[in-house]
């Protein structure tokens, strides 16, 4: 399968984050994130292109960058901002001013290794929002930016900008850019198995035997 970026993006959003992880699993790769949730009841999939940002400590007087600006400033149509605050969820990195920026610029959504505040902004935008938590604790002389588009850690694992997101109500699955269409053939497989079991189990057949690999063999990687 060979795909543009808005291609995979379309494919991923016909899918959700279970069906990525178990195609995931299936290749032996990383990517699934158990850490983080959607701070608001966001009802549909969310899904697009990484673009990373780096958050640190302010270590010494003066100006500062302050987080995820100058991504958002740049930022296009379909791209997810990624914040990684090394899981901190003691102060916030991104608030209701920053989901005003994002939601002109067209981004899909943001996704937060520690906390965000004014959520109720971002929901009132229907701006997706995924992190640890949501607490009242501002940035402002806490923590500045340190970088953008450079690999991080979100959870344990590894993310680049240009690399692919999924998330829901389940969670948040990356999915690295050279895996991409390989990771989204074998989730349409996984994800047409487990519709034809579910239509199995309500034309009244015995969820044990549904479930048995004789039936609906695991769909593997081959």
Request: aromatic fraction near 4%; hydrophobic fraction near 50%; charged fraction near 20%.
């Amino acid at each position: 399968m060979t795909a543009t970026p808005a291609e995979i993006i379309a494919a991923l959003r016909a899918l959700d984050s279970c069906a990525i992880s178990d195609a995931l699993d299936t290749l032996g790769l990383p990517g699934a994130v158990t850490a983080l949730s959607p701070m608001w009841p966001v009802g549909s999939v969310v899904a697009g292109r990484v673009r990373t940002v780096t958050a640190a400590p302010k270590a010494a007087a003066g100006p500062a960058t302050h987080i995820a600006t100058p991504l958002v400033a740049i930022s296009e149509t379909d791209d997810v901002v990624v914040i990684d605050n090394h899981g901190r969820t003691d102060v916030s990195c991104w608030g209701g001013l920053l989901a005003e920026a994002a939601t002109q610029r067209g981004v899909a959504g943001v996704i937060v290794d520690g906390a965000c505040r004014d959520v109720q902004e971002s929901e009132a935008l229907s701006l997706p929002l995924f992190a640890r938590q949501a607490v009242p604790v501002s940035a402002r002389g806490r923590i500045v930016q340190q970088a953008m588009d450079e690999r991080i850690q979100i959870a344990g694992v590894s993310v680049a900008s240009f690399d692919y997101v999924i998330a829901d109500v389940n969670g948040v699955v990356f999915v690295a850019a050279d895996h991409a269409a390989r990771v989204i053939e074998l989730a349409q497989r996984i994800a047409q198995r487990e519709a034809l079991m579910a239509d199995a189990v309500r034309s009244g057949r015995d969820v044990s035997e549904v479930m048995h690999d004789s039936q609906f063999p695991t769909v593997t990687a081959e």
